[in-house]
């Protein structure tokens, strides 16, 4: 089953896609819109040379996560670093990387 290729075939049940680049956060955990944050050096065009940052709501733990995965491996080997928050923190949490500290924006957002 090939999503990417608009195949329509059903893949047999407990059966995965292992085409798909993806990371499954776990059963009731909810991913926000994630953002792009170019490593410190890097070609800012070059989308690889970056880190991926996305908030991760568990809403068993009712504790929010930043998930940070590196885009220069698949996204399937997971996040390289999860840092847990205090508190939840509302889905819907949108920003922007200020790559010098004073706000200008990256060319990502």
């Not at 390289?80 to 819907?92: A, R, T």
């Not at 990387?97 to 706000?103: E, R, V």
Request: charged share 25%; net charge negative.
């Amino acid at each position: 089953l090939l999503v990417e290729d608009g195949d329509d075939s059903i893949l047999p049940k407990g059966e995965k896609n292992e085409k798909i680049d993806a990371w499954w956060f776990g059963t009731r955990s909810f991913a926000g819109e994630p953002l792009i944050v170019p490593k410190y050096g890097s070609d800012p065009s070059n989308e690889d040379a970056a880190y991926l940052l996305g908030m991760v709501q568990d809403s068993v733990k009712d504790k929010s996560a930043i998930a940070i995965f590196d885009l220069e491996k698949d996204l399937k080997c997971g996040p390289v670093s999860v840092m847990w928050l205090k508190s939840s923190i509302p889905p819907g949490l949108h920003g922007c990387f200020a790559q010098d500290g004073n706000g200008s924006s990256s060319v990502f957002c």
